[in-house]
């Protein structure tokens, strides 16, 4: 412990701030200064850093070694390196990466391959309708990412002679729906700007490279992350680096069951280090963390387990329960003038969740409500949207269908109502239109409409 505290009195000294108790608090009785700025926040120990240049050249050369000999072959990632013309390369690398944001590879790379080929350029995208961009997305989920896309294109092209900006500030500045990640993402891939990135990924593989326990999502634990990674992006080959970071928390790094074995960096991992000669004693030690009250170390009522391993890392703060809603939805039949079945659909409104997108017509529900009131507000809702004299009793249950999307934990109560004749909305309460089984499937409907 008395080296501990020689530790953090250095640190004190070379910071030029009088010492405080561990707890942060002036001695008793001290006052601060009138007008005196308050202090700021002792820097991260170097345990938590990259301060040895040294290490941060053996770990750029080990990682890209890795990456050079393991790296998934993926369409974007062959058009990001033999497009010549930076325009097209950069919307390439853009498209992925709005594509894979909170959805996995194998997902996206059919979307991918359909979209560059459906428009290969930001000038195809940005005359194309929101309707053909929904029909392409449909499934993919999150769907303002598509909305946004388009939206950027053709900004793109109208306002910047369709020349994508060559830098992650400007990026991020002039083009809507590119954050800081995406921005960097592209500089770096697209126009070798040596710029880091931080994605989950990222924030799994620096938070156990560098023992970081505090909240990962938080601001402070970010701006960390995000200096941390501009610091160690190799600066020759910075698009390969950041993808290889990326690739390393995706296949080795992964958040359960880790490849530590495997891992081309373990040698630079202090939780693996942790792990493999951690002390069983509680008590903090000089080579555990540089000070205490550490910011970036686990807090004090959630410290390292030795079951865990380097999983103890990273650490969030508790994710809110989804909201629960219910819906009735109605599946409205009848048979086409060629003797096939069709199926009303009606259009969303163009803002909020699933916007623009097609599906069954449907009422939100109290949670509480029984079978019976729910038929009649059902029937009740189509009879004001069609004119037709439907009647709770005509609604014939099918099931529930549940579905989960990222904030809600939504559960479709599903009827049919078989119709004789034509019914067409007032298109000023919502635009509708009767399709086939084949043509609603290559509608823009959501993965949900699809369970129904």
């Not at 601060?32 to 820097?43: E, H, L, V």
């Not at 020759?236 to 958040?255: H, I, K, W």
């Not at 529900?365 to 949207?385: F, I």
């Not at 000023?428 to 290559?442: D, G, I, K, N, Y």
Request: glycine share 6%.
């Amino acid at each position: 412990m008395s080296h501990l505290r020689a530790a953090a009195a250095r640190g004190l000294r070379r910071s030029g701030r009088r010492a405080v108790s561990p707890a942060g608090k002036r001695r008793k009785g001290a006052s601060p200064r009138r007008g005196a700025p308050a202090p700021a926040p002792a820097p991260p120990p170097a345990r938590h850093l990259f301060s040895d240049p040294a290490e941060v050249v053996a770990l750029r050369g080990n990682l890209l070694a890795w990456y050079d000999k393991c790296k998934r072959d993926l369409p974007w990632r062959t058009l990001a390196a033999t497009e010549p013309d930076a325009d097209r390369r950069a919307y390439a690398v853009w498209v992925s990466e709005i594509m894979l944001q909170q959805t996995q590879v194998s997902t996206v790379i059919d979307y991918y391959n359909r979209w560059m080929q459906k428009w290969p350029t930001l000038q195809a995208l940005a005359q194309a309708s929101l309707e053909e961009v929904n029909e392409l997305w449909a499934g993919l989920g999150y769907y303002s990412r598509g909305k946004r896309l388009q939206e950027a294109a053709r900004k793109v092209v109208s306002e910047l002679a369709g020349q994508m900006p060559r830098t992650a500030e400007d990026l991020q500045k002039l083009l809507p729906g590119v954050g800081r990640y995406t921005a960097g993402a592209i500089a770096s891939i697209s126009y070798r700007q040596a710029t880091g990135v931080v994605d989950g990924n990222v924030i799994r593989v620096l938070c156990r490279l560098r023992c970081i326990g505090a909240d990962s999502s938080s601001p402070a634990v970010i701006d960390r992350l995000w200096d941390m990674a501009n610091a160690l992006v190799d600066r020759s080959r910075p698009g390969d680096f950041n993808q290889a970071l990326m690739e390393l928390g995706a296949t080795v790094c992964v958040p359960r069951a880790p490849l530590c074995g495997e891992c081309p960096v373990k040698q630079h991992c202090q939780a693996r280090r942790r792990k493999l000669f951690g002390k069983a004693t509680a008590v903090p030690d000089v080579e555990d963390c540089g000070v205490g009250d550490c910011p970036l170390c686990p807090p004090a009522l959630e410290p390292w387990d030795s079951s865990l391993g380097v999983t103890n890392f990273p650490r969030k703060a508790a994710k809110k329960q989804p909201r629960v809603a219910r819906t009735a939805t109605c599946v409205l039949e009848r048979r086409g003038c060629h003797g096939a079945q069709e199926y009303l659909i009606v259009q969303r409104p163009s803002s909020g969740l699933l916007a623009g997108l097609w599906e069954f017509p449907s009422l939100p529900l109290a949670q509480s409500l029984q079978e019976e009131k729910q038929r009649e507000l059902l029937a009740d809702h189509l009879r004001a949207w069609t004119g037709w004299p439907v009647v709770a009793e005509g609604l014939q249950l099918i099931g529930e269908v549940v579905h989960i999307f990222s904030h809600i934990h939504q559960t479709y109560v599903v009827y049919s109502l078989p119709l004789d004749g034509d019914v067409t909305l007032d298109p000023a309460l919502s635009p509708s239109r009767w399709v086939t089984e084949e043509e609603f499937h290559a509608s823009a409907v959501s993965t949900a409409m699809k369970k129904v």
